[in-house]
């Protein structure tokens, strides 16, 4: 896990960006440093997998910014801000807009390792229901319009009797429609299906 994981650093303090490498490097991790928001935001950081540990006071563009515009580009990171004591309602505004950790400098190395491996996990679960989302929607884009408003009905908790009155269609039709979207949807069972539509949703 730790060697896959992308792990970049955001500080324009360099003395706190090397140490933060270091420690990280001994951990296993190849972290990526970068000086400012503007230089990570130039790279092609944004779009990878891992976690982004960020000081929330810098100039230019400042750790809660820089957070509201990786969830602007719906990038798969997530974020650990660091913090000065009189940081921490800026802090917790942060973990409200989605971020894993807030560390309060100076903190413990063994704190920080902890809060990059619960954003490492987090992330990790977020590509897994990010990869079965685009798996959905490859599958969706094969239904033909009539298979749509029949999944559509499906999912709403409709009775095959009933999807036939609604779309003035046989029960028979409804029943040879419903099969081809499961096995397009590759669902194996109702249940199934309905979770890989509602993934495509959330």
Excluded at 101 to 118: A, G, N, Q, T, Y
Aim: hydrophobic share 45%.
């Amino acid at each position: 896990m730790a060697q896959e994981a992308a792990i970049f650093v955001v500080d324009d303090d360099p003395h706190v960006r090397d140490s933060l490498a270091m420690l990280l490097e001994a951990a296993g991790y190849a972290p990526r440093s970068f000086e400012s928001a503007a230089a990570f935001l130039a790279s092609d950081a944004p779009t990878a997998r891992g976690c982004l540990v960020v000081d929330v006071q810098m100039p230019e563009m400042n750790g809660l910014e820089l957070q509201n515009e990786l969830a602007a580009r719906r990038s798969p990171l997530t974020v650990i801000i660091m913090t000065g004591h009189g940081d921490i309602p800026i802090a917790v505004q942060a973990m409200k807009a989605g971020a894993v950790d807030f560390l309060e400098k100076p903190f413990d190395e063994e704190v920080l390792l902890d809060s990059v491996r619960r954003a490492l996990e987090r992330a990790s679960s977020a590509a897994d229901h990010a990869d079965a989302a685009r798996d959905a929607q490859t599958h969706l884009a094969l239904l033909t319009e009539r298979e749509r408003e029949v999944l559509n009905l499906i999912v709403a908790g409709k009775a095959n009797k009933v999807i036939a009155y609604e779309l003035s269609i046989s029960p028979r039709t409804v029943e040879i429609h419903r099969s081809r979207v499961m096995e397009k949807m590759g669902a194996s069972n109702l249940a199934d299906l309905v979770r890989k539509v509602l993934s495509t949703s959330s």
